[in-house]
């Protein structure tokens, strides 16, 4: 339990509902909280909180926020934490300006690291400072709560499927800036969401949680090729790959980026060379042939080596490959492995359509 | 100096009058607090700086005096009230026939229990034998200036009101109740322990029994008493 | 000494009458709050202070004015003739009445609040649900504005209660018709029975404790049980 | 004739009393108020019915147990001792104590529905913005329970200008000192002054729909700029 | 305006938003509504339920709603509307079932088209319906009121945002459901969502939103391969194409669809031969070959003829595919397409790499 880690035991009940969950999670980065409807996954937040009372200790960056051993407990409100709750609790006697500086003048100017304005316009909340939280729209109501929390700058953020109801425009501006929270100031995230895309965008860590009880907890990497779990969790089958930026490609805006497996061609970012890239690979979006072929718009094509060959729903096969030292996983239809004699061990080629950059 | 004066609240209007004749004749000023006589006695016992109580009955001067708020022997009777049988109708009432006739719904009187002239109407009523025909038409109020206002108002027909209510006011029809009917109501006087050395006080009790004072009290319908 | 049968008919019309009137006040006060509560009239607040201003009057000065209203000459008169009487003066109806008005605004601004702390969302959602405005009235409006309505009715009983210039303004301490326990209990003060004025006053505090916790404690396992 | 002079210092004297008991009534009555309404202790309700307790005496028995406990003999002799008065009784101070007695559960109970109608969403999230309990209290329990306070203080307010018997026994009806205008007002009824007597209570009316209906109005406009 | 439509037009203002709005909808299927957060979709909602007053008129089926010039105005509870708010309003003081009965009782038993068991168990909530709604989890509590919104048996159903707070196993649950709902009961749905694979899985209209307007309305197919609403609206690019069932392939679990271009590949559903069944494909999972390749995992392969080329994002270009009369959009790289020296008129292949039944 170092002083860069977050620890966590809890044991609450709620009615019929035991919650009794431990892990461990990294002060740097966002750990998803994935599971289902009522799995627990709010009642977790909100011990950590300190809103409600468990059983247990919770550690962040050294500093004990719980623990009955030592009797240790100490109150919400002198938790680091921003919290975006799943029912946006915008308070409705203060305009929409008053709810954002709440928070930010309850925290001592030399602590603060997020700026009023650079929140205020990163989540378009500009336009509305002067509003009545009771006129806004759903989507506008969200992003307020967003700032908010921000602008206590938490040493741990907590956040209950914060986008849930805003469009795909909306997200893509805010994603980035949830990922350089993490990048530049350091502000380690909990996550919930039920999208997969966001919390492979997003999660260097996940929690899989089931029941009440910790089904999984590790580095989003190593979970995410684990096929038991892969199939296990309800979402998109992917991988993700840790790449460098090798160069940039002017005449077709694409920018190499390198890894074990060879280059990956993507749409051209503006990252100084060396700078790593994570890469998510839907597991649907590979293809697999025998031979590297010519005259494709496939642009990323490597060699692989078949590494196991799990049966899914009937009809599927989730092939994983070996590409030089990074897995990859493949889905394809149990014909095709049929037709193409897909064996562990056989040399392939791995085809990708399409990646996202995470 | 200044006299404070507790007062049953029958005697405001003589008692005002007489204040400013007190006041012209001695250069004394007087303050009046009035209220009903138990609500005064009440606040004697725990302290209220008064200097004279003038009750509306004898009894709670006496129990003043017999447990040591009065100063003995300072009391004295400084009027006499008397009863009137009294309608707003000008025809209604006209002896004590109107009684026995009975022609109406709700007869007022003030409450026996509390009020010496609701105790001496309903004595009244007995001497004339008519309580237990009317017992049930009996409408209480909680003092004397209640009753009036029930009967002015016409909810009550009728009613046994105090002289002084009715002395200095016209209309409506009225049987002054015989004095031999009904015990005398006797309202005394007291001068209380807080203010044993006080010249003005004592002033205030004299000018009530005076000459000027029983004029005024003879004009509010008030006997001089002693 | 305690008069037994008396004070007993003096507890039963008190009890009536302050069961009556806080039924009353919770009939009439309930739609004058709603409205008060979802109006948009400008002169809505002017409403409201006229129900609230019964209350600045002194109760005996109060009980004066209805004393004109329920005499021979006023309103009240006119009504009471249709039943052969001459004033609503000295009758229980007529206590019913000065009560209603003076402990109206005590049952109304409580409701109102609850009311109002409701918002349209619930309403609303009855709506899309088919309740038609009255069925959700019933349905969610007043069961949401369930503490509103406990405290204006305890704080209406309560009043009726110890309320007592009205009463006495009106009433004419009438035995068995409008003589209630506040007014016994005054006798004995005013007339120096201390005593029996401890008597009765402490058994009118237990009694009034003990109806005031059990409408407390119902009503909150009454909350629990119904989600 | 009126009296001028005098039933102007019972006009100051009934609004000072007024202000300051609506004053004190909402300091003591707002954390009493919240503790109801968040407590989870077995026995609040106990508290809860002991606040609406005085309520169900009559005013003047009321006021006659506080005369009893404000006298030399009473815990407030005891107090004015310190003073080096004799009684508390007969002093404003006295006034204030048994109005803030008498009018405290119409100023509790409403601020205590407001409070409990916030629900904990509020003050939870309140504290993750690091507010502590105390700031969250002020910064928005309080302000989410205007419609309470405002009940409250109109009701309390209210009822002191109008409250009257127990002003009467424990104030004396001192000119100056412990006169104040229901007591004015009554002594022109009791003594057939009844023109007086309308002219007093027209004013008194009047003067009280002026100051309910400006706070109402007040309130609203607040409302409405403070979203 | 049919018997079988339905239309509005409807102008509202609220502060300084202006909703005006006017289309027809079909009176079955869904109809999703596209737009960024505070474009007035739940304005439209709430006017279409009669919740708030607009200018213009609404007929559903025939049967008038509001129409300003002949003075009609049915108030919301005389409309047979169900209503998903975005904010989950359970009533607080009835529990789990009793909501669900509140609106349920309300409907004369003749005019129940959907069962309270039927409803209970699809969403999943038998097990709460003793609860009070304060004791749920977030997506419990959304599924409870799309219940309770569903038992009103209405003829129009307002959903806004229905499935944000569920996890992926529950939508595979509810979805279907909600797609038999326009089958069976031919309930139509007005569907606000920001999941593009949601919208499109449901969708058959599509009204696409911006700023207080109608920016496009149509029928999904049509609209979303327009490439100029394509390349806008912000979701993924995809193409939507209708199908038969032809044959089933027991060994490989694999069902053949056929359409103008060929035979689609799909795993395998119990559909009767003959059942049209539509395919959604995203333009980033269609690749270009210049000849038909062997050795591929990837079975779906159509010859196609170029129709235009569209510049997208630097560096990407969308293809518009003629499969001998059905259209496909495809994403490549400009690279690649430099490099297969794309035109229109050209002769190419096809791959599909993935496509979702929808
Ligand atoms: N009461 C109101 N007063 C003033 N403006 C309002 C009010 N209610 C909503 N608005 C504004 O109207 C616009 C449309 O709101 P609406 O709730 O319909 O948006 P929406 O499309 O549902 O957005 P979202 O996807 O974020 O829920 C928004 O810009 C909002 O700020
Ligand atoms: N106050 C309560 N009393 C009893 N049970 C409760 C209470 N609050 C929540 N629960 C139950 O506890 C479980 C966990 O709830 P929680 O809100 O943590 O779920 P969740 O993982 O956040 O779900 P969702 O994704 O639907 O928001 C649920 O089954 C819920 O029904
Ligand atoms: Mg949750
Ligand atoms: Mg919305």
């Known amino acids: 339990m170092s002083e860069t880690a977050i620890a966590l035991s809890l044991r609450a009940t709620a009615g019929a509902f035991t919650l009794d969950v431990a892990f461990d999670a990294p002060m740097r980065g966002i750990t998803a909280l994935f599971g289902p409807s009522g799995c627990g996954k709010t009642t977790l937040l909100r011990c950590v909180a300190g809103l409600q009372r468990a059983s247990g200790f919770?550690?962040?960056?050294?500093?004990?926020?719980?623990?009955?051993?030592?009797?240790?407990?100490?109150?919400?409100?002198?938790?680091?934490?921003?919290?975006?709750?799943?029912?946006?609790?915008?308070?409705?006697?203060?305009?929409?300006?008053?709810?954002?500086?709440?928070?930010?003048?309850?925290?001592?100017?030399?602590?603060?690291?997020?700026?009023?304005?650079?929140?205020?316009?990163?989540?378009?909340?500009?336009?509305?400072?002067?509003?009545?939280?009771?006129?806004?729209?759903?989507?506008?109501?969200?992003?307020?709560?967003?700032?908010?929390?921000?602008?206590?700058?938490?040493?741990?953020?907590?956040?209950?499927?914060?986008?849930?109801?805003?469009?795909?425009?909306?997200?893509?501006?805010?994603?980035?800036?949830?990922?350089?929270?993490?990048?530049?100031?350091?502000?380690?995230?909990?996550?919930?969401?039920?999208?997969?895309?966001?919390?492979?965008?997003?999660?260097?860590?996940?929690?899989?949680?089931?029941?009440?009880?910790?089904?999984?907890?590790?580095?989003?990497?190593?979970?995410?090729?684990?096929?038991?779990?892969?199939?296990?969790?309800?979402?998109?089958?992917?991988?993700?790959?840790?790449?460098?930026?090798?160069?940039?490609?002017?005449?077709?805006?694409?920018?190499?980026?390198?890894?074990?497996?060879?280059?990956?061609?993507?749409?051209?970012?503006?990252?100084?060379?060396?700078?790593?890239?994570?890469?998510?690979?839907?597991?649907?979006?590979?293809?697999?042939?025998?031979?590297?072929?010519?005259?494709?718009?496939?642009?990323?094509?490597?060699?692989?080596?078949?590494?196991?060959?799990?049966?899914?729903?009937?009809?599927?096969?989730?092939?994983?490959?070996?590409?030089?030292?990074?897995?990859l996983l493949a889905r394809i239809t149990k014909k095709s492995a049929h037709s193409l004699s897909l064996k562990p061990g056989m040399r392939v080629f791995a085809q990708v359509k399409a990646v996202a950059l995470v | 100096d200044t006299v404070h004066a507790a007062v049953a609240a029958n005697f405001t209007g003589a008692a005002n009058e007489i204040g400013s004749a007190f006041a012209a004749a001695t250069g004394h000023e007087v303050m009046y607090s009035f209220g009903a006589t138990g609500q005064l006695y009440a606040q004697i016992t725990q302290g209220a700086p008064f200097d004279v109580f003038l009750a509306a009955d004898r009894e709670r001067p006496g129990q003043a005096e017999r447990e040591g708020y009065a100063v003995p022997g300072s009391r004295f009777t400084y009027a006499t009230g008397a009863i009137v049988l009294y309608?707003?109708?000008?025809?209604?009432?006209?002896?004590?026939?109107?009684?026995?006739?009975?022609?109406?719904?709700?007869?007022?009187?003030?409450?026996?229990?509390?009020?010496?002239?609701?105790?001496?109407?309903?004595?009244?009523?007995?001497?004339?034998?008519?309580?237990?025909?009317?017992?049930?038409?009996?409408?209480?109020?909680?003092?004397?200036?209640?009753?009036?206002?029930?009967?002015?108002?016409?909810?009550?027909?009728?009613?046994?009101?105090?002289?002084?209510?009715?002395?200095?006011?016209?209309?409506?029809?009225?049987?002054?109740?015989?004095?031999?009917?009904?015990?005398?109501?006797?309202?005394?006087?007291?001068l209380l322990n807080s203010a044993r050395g006080n010249e003005a006080a004592r002033a205030f009790l004299d000018f009530l029994r005076g000459d000027a004072a029983r004029e005024i009290k003879s004009r509010y319908g008030y006997g001089p008493g002693n | 000494m305690l008069d037994f049968t008396g004070i007993w008919s003096a507890v039963r019309l008190t009890l009536e009458l302050a069961t009556v009137t806080t039924i009353v006040l919770l009939v009439i006060g309930t739609p004058v709050a709603w409205w008060l509560a979802?109006?948009?009239?400008?002169?809505?607040?002017?409403?409201?202070?006229?129900?609230?201003?019964?209350?600045?009057?002194?109760?005996?000065?109060?009980?004066?004015?209805?004393?004109?209203?329920?005499?021979?000459?006023?309103?009240?008169?006119?009504?009471?003739?249709?039943?052969?009487?001459?004033?609503?003066?000295?009758?229980?109806?007529?206590?019913?009445?000065?009560?209603?008005?003076?402990?109206?605004?005590?049952?109304?601004?409580p409701i109102r609040n609850a009311f109002q702390a409701i918002g349209d969302g619930p309403m609303e959602i009855a709506a899309t649900l088919r309740a038609s405005p009255l069925d959700a009235f019933w349905s969610v409006a007043v069961p949401l504005a369930r503490p509103g309505f406990l405290t204006g009715a305890v704080l209406g009983f309560a009043h009726t209660i110890g309320e007592f210039g009205v009463v006495l303004m009106i009433g004419g301490n009438i035995p068995g018709e409008t003589r209630v326990l506040s007014v016994a209990i005054y006798d004995y003060v005013e007339t120096l029975q201390w005593t029996h004025a401890h008597v009765l006053a402490g058994g009118m505090l237990a009694f009034a404790f003990i109806v005031i916790l059990a409408v407390l404690l119902i009503e909150k396992r009454i909350g629990r049980s119904t989600p």
């Open chain 1, 58 to 327: 919770v550690t962040v960056g050294g500093e004990s926020w719980q623990d009955d051993d030592a009797a240790v407990f100490v109150p919400p409100h002198r938790r680091a934490v921003g919290y975006v709750l799943q029912e946006t609790g915008l308070f409705p006697h203060l305009d929409v300006r008053r709810n954002l500086e709440y928070g930010y003048r309850r925290i001592a100017p030399g602590d603060r690291r997020v700026s009023f304005d650079e929140a205020v316009a990163l989540l378009g909340v500009d336009g509305l400072l002067e509003r009545s939280p009771t006129r806004l729209s759903g989507g506008q109501r969200q992003r307020v709560a967003i700032a908010r929390a921000l602008l206590t700058s938490p040493r741990l953020l907590l956040m209950d499927e914060p986008l849930a109801s805003l469009d795909a425009a909306s997200k893509r501006d805010i994603l980035p800036y949830l990922e350089r929270l993490h990048d530049e100031l350091s502000m380690p995230v909990f996550y919930v969401s039920h999208a997969g895309d966001e919390v492979a965008r997003l999660a260097d860590h996940l929690v899989l949680i089931e029941d009440g009880g910790v089904h999984a907890a590790g580095p989003f990497s190593e979970l995410s090729t684990r096929l038991d779990i892969a199939r296990g969790h309800g979402a998109e089958v992917d991988t993700v790959i840790a790449t460098r930026v090798a160069r940039h490609d002017e005449t077709w805006h694409l920018t190499e980026l390198t890894f074990s497996g060879g280059t990956f061609n993507v749409a051209r970012n503006g990252l100084p060379a060396g700078h790593p890239v994570r890469l998510r690979v839907l597991a649907r979006d590979v293809s697999v042939t025998l031979d590297k072929q010519p005259g494709t718009s496939i642009l990323n094509v490597f060699p692989a080596t078949v590494d196991e060959l799990v049966d899914e729903e009937p009809g599927q096969v989730l092939v994983r490959l070996d590409l030089n030292g990074s897995a």
């Open chain 2, 87 to 190: 309608s707003a109708d000008p025809a209604l009432v006209s002896g004590a026939d109107t009684l026995r006739r009975a022609d109406f719904t709700r007869l007022a009187i003030a409450n026996p229990a509390t009020a010496p002239y609701g105790h001496a109407a309903i004595e009244a009523l007995k001497a004339l034998g008519v309580y237990e025909a009317l017992a049930g038409r009996i409408v209480q109020g909680n003092n004397i200036a209640q009753v009036y206002q029930f009967v002015a108002t016409g909810n009550a027909e009728l009613g046994f009101v105090a002289q002084a209510q009715v002395a200095i006011r016209d209309g409506g029809s009225r049987w002054p109740v015989p004095s031999g009917l009904y015990p005398a109501i006797a309202q005394d006087a007291v």
């Open chain 3, 38 to 109: 979802r109006s948009k009239a400008r002169f809505k607040e002017v409403v409201a202070t006229v129900v609230a201003l019964p209350l600045v009057l002194p109760p005996t000065v109060l009980g004066f004015y209805l004393l004109l209203a329920l005499g021979p000459e006023g309103p009240g008169g006119a009504i009471a003739s249709l039943f052969g009487g001459r004033s609503l003066a000295f009758t229980f109806e007529g206590l019913v009445i000065g009560s209603v008005i003076y402990s109206m605004p005590f049952v109304v601004q």
